[in-house]
């Protein structure tokens, strides 16, 4: 149990195919007060999301679930009121909320840009700055940033130069946030993932991803639990000594 009773917030957690979601299910698994976030989450998803991992795990859990469009400074200070309403504590946040497109530069417009900003990059902004608040009080806490390959790479893959502008972004602030809250006791992190078999490679046709497959030095796209296993890392105790590292889940995609 490497998170045994730690409140972690998973923002981007709908699907049951995404990143969040298996990083509460392995959250949940390791002791901690999972609460998901997303702006899809209602009664119903949340349902979902707590019988799906009661399947997994073969025991009934404790699993809150909120809505939050991260790309509001508003919905992130309610929604950290309504945790601490929960919880009385935030411990961590792993930031997965997130949207993509692969749009070309010379044909992205002034809204498709905001949308990208506002989400991915404002939205981590948000987000991070509502918990932190929390932390600065209490004097500790963790934050994982969900960032990508795109980031590094300059795009690509699937995402576009706006998505791999917003992600760099994200990698910029997460180190800030680093440097500027370690004397706190803070830490913040970022993962890298690329490639990891979620809703955002359903749109991928099928030739381009066994010509990116055959790329990937481990010959395969990584499973959500993957992404998930490093969130962990960075999450709990294990890396306590780690903070405004990049982590990449890449499959040796990006080896540098
Ligand atoms: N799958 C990959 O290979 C891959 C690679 C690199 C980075 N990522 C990043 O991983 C993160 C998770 O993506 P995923 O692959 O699990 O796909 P996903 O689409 O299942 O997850 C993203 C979630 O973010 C939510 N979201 C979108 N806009 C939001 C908003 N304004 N407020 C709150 N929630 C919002 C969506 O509803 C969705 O549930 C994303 O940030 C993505 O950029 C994924």
Do not use: W
């Not at 049951?16 to 698994?29: D, H, P, Q």
């Amino acid at each position: 149990m490497l998170l045994k009773d730690k409140v972690c917030v998973i923002a981007g957690a709908a699907s049951l195919r995404s990143i969040g979601y298996a990083t509460a299910e392995l959250f949940v698994e390791h002791g901690a007060k999972v609460v998901v976030t997303d702006l899809m989450m209602d009664e119903q998803v949340l349902a979902g999301i707590r019988s799906s991992i009661e399947s997994q795990l073969k025991r009934p859990v404790e699993i809150h679930g909120l809505r939050c469009d991260v790309s509001k400074a508003d919905d992130c200070d309610q929604l950290v009121r309504q945790v601490l309403d929960l919880h009385g504590t935030i411990d961590c946040l792993v930031n997965s909320a997130g949207i993509v497109k692969s749009t070309p530069l010379l044909d992205i417009g002034a809204q498709e840009l905001d949308l990208m900003f506002d989400v991915n990059l404002k939205g981590a902004f948000f987000l991070c700055q509502s918990v932190l608040r929390v932390f600065v009080e209490r004097r500790a806490g963790t934050i994982v940033n969900v960032a990508s390959l795109a980031a590094q790479r300059g795009g690509g893959l699937v995402g576009g130069p706006h998505y791999a502008a917003s992600k760099g972004g994200m990698l910029s602030l997460t180190r800030s946030i680093a440097r500027e809250f370690g004397p706190m006791g803070i830490r913040a992190n970022a993962i890298c993932p690329a490639m990891i078999d979620t809703p955002m490679l359903d749109g991928l046709p099928a030739d381009r991803l066994s010509g990116i497959i055959d790329a990937i030095p481990l010959k395969r796209t990584g499973t959500r639990r993957e992404a998930a296993g490093a969130c962990l890392f960075l999450a709990c105790e294990l890396s306590g000594f780690v903070t405004g590292a990049t982590l990449d889940v890449n499959g040796g995609t990006h080896i540098h």
